[in-house]
């Protein structure tokens, strides 16, 4: 058997590169592309998460920041406020002046008239709102229906509800006392003055521990249609107190 070689012909037809490319689906620029763009998503979701776990951690704690030290939403349960605060009323108690004071080394004093809450001297658990009447070395004199204080710069007595806002609306002071406040002390009234209106500094709670003092009233933000600030003036919000001053 001859076997014969018989020449194979074979033609080269030259193709573009770009056709080539397309052919064999290969796109080296394309592909190169999408994985400098899927790094960069890796990382910019890693990012994502890593702020949006601090986040998460960061907000119960700025909440709880100013919970401690700046202001806290209370709701008024009781007539002993009436006229002024009405059971249920919701509140902003601000807590900054203590604060304030607490971190420069003062004991902080509220002025005369402001609405405080504060730890109820026999019983911590239970919080109490009351307007302060008298101040450290006042004498505070409850008889014949209504209060007089007296000190170094009104020896005579004066009423601390004279010539108020609130004054006109309360009804007789009950109530016998003659008790002279000591010093990091406060003398402290509800509104309703009546029998049986209010337990405060008249009706067995006593004198009040500055110490005790958890805020003064704020803001009533509820009801709406009762909205109010109370004492908003910027040094009423950063006093500083000096034991040895006289408070009138």
Same mark, same amino acid.
Request: glycine letters at 8%; one cysteine or more; a positive charge.
């Given at each position: 058997?001859?076997?014969?070689?018989?020449?194979?012909?074979?033609?080269?037809?030259?193709?573009?590169?770009?056709?080539?490319?397309?052919?064999?689906? #290969?796109?080296? +620029?394309?592909?190169? &592309?999408?994985?400098?763009?899927? *790094?960069? !998503?890796?990382?910019? =979701?890693?990012?994502?998460?890593?702020?949006?776990?601090?986040?998460?951690?960061?907000?119960?704690?700025?909440?709880?920041?100013?919970?401690?030290?700046?202001?806290?939403?209370?709701?008024?349960?009781?007539?002993?406020?009436?006229?002024?605060?009405?059971?249920?009323?919701?509140?902003?108690?601000?807590?900054?002046?203590?604060?304030?004071?607490?971190? #420069?080394?003062? +004991?902080?004093?509220? &002025?005369?008239?402001?609405?405080? *809450?504060? !730890?109820?001297?026999? =019983?911590?658990?239970?919080?109490?709102?009351?307007?302060?009447?008298?101040?450290?070395?006042?004498?505070?004199?409850?008889?014949?229906?209504?209060?007089?204080?007296?000190?170094?710069?009104?020896?005579?007595?004066?009423?601390?509800?004279?010539?108020?806002?609130?004054?006109?609306?309360?009804?007789?002071?009950?109530?016998?006392?003659?008790?002279?406040?000591?010093?990091?002390?406060?003398?402290?009234?509800?509104?309703?003055?009546?029998?049986?209106?209010?337990?405060?500094?008249?009706?067995?709670?006593?004198l009040v521990p500055v110490q005790n003092i958890i805020g003064r009233l704020w803001v009533r933000y509820y009801p709406l249609n009762s909205f109010?600030?109370?004492?908003?003036?910027?040094?009423?919000?950063?006093?500083?107190?000096?034991?040895?001053?006289?408070?009138?």
């Open positions: 058997m001859n076997i014969k070689n018989v020449p194979q012909s074979c033609t080269i037809v030259s193709m573009p590169e770009e056709e080539i490319k397309v052919a064999l689906d #290969i796109k080296p +620029t394309e592909h190169l &592309s999408n994985n400098k763009k899927e *790094v960069k !998503k890796t990382s910019k =979701d890693k990012k994502n998460s890593f702020y949006t776990i601090l986040l998460f951690i960061l907000a119960p704690l700025f909440a709880l920041f100013m919970i401690i030290f700046v202001f806290q939403s209370y709701i008024v349960d009781g007539t002993s406020m009436t006229p002024t605060l009405q059971n249920g009323d919701r509140v902003f108690i601000l807590k900054l002046p203590k604060s304030f004071n607490g971190m #420069i080394g003062k +004991t902080y004093i509220p &002025s005369r008239h402001e609405i405080i *809450v504060f !730890k109820k001297p026999s =019983d911590p658990s239970t919080q109490l709102i009351k307007r302060v009447i008298g101040l450290p070395g006042d004498t505070v004199v409850v008889n014949n229906g209504k209060i007089t204080v007296y000190n170094a710069q009104n020896p005579s007595g004066f009423n601390p509800d004279a010539n108020t806002d609130y004054g006109p609306t309360l009804a007789s002071t009950i109530g016998n006392v003659d008790i002279t406040v000591g010093a990091n002390e406060l003398f402290v009234c509800g509104d309703n003055r009546g029998p049986g209106g209010s337990l405060d500094s008249r009706t067995g709670v006593g109010k600030t109370y004492s908003t003036e910027l040094n009423n919000v950063l006093k500083i107190q000096n034991l040895n001053t006289t408070y009138y």
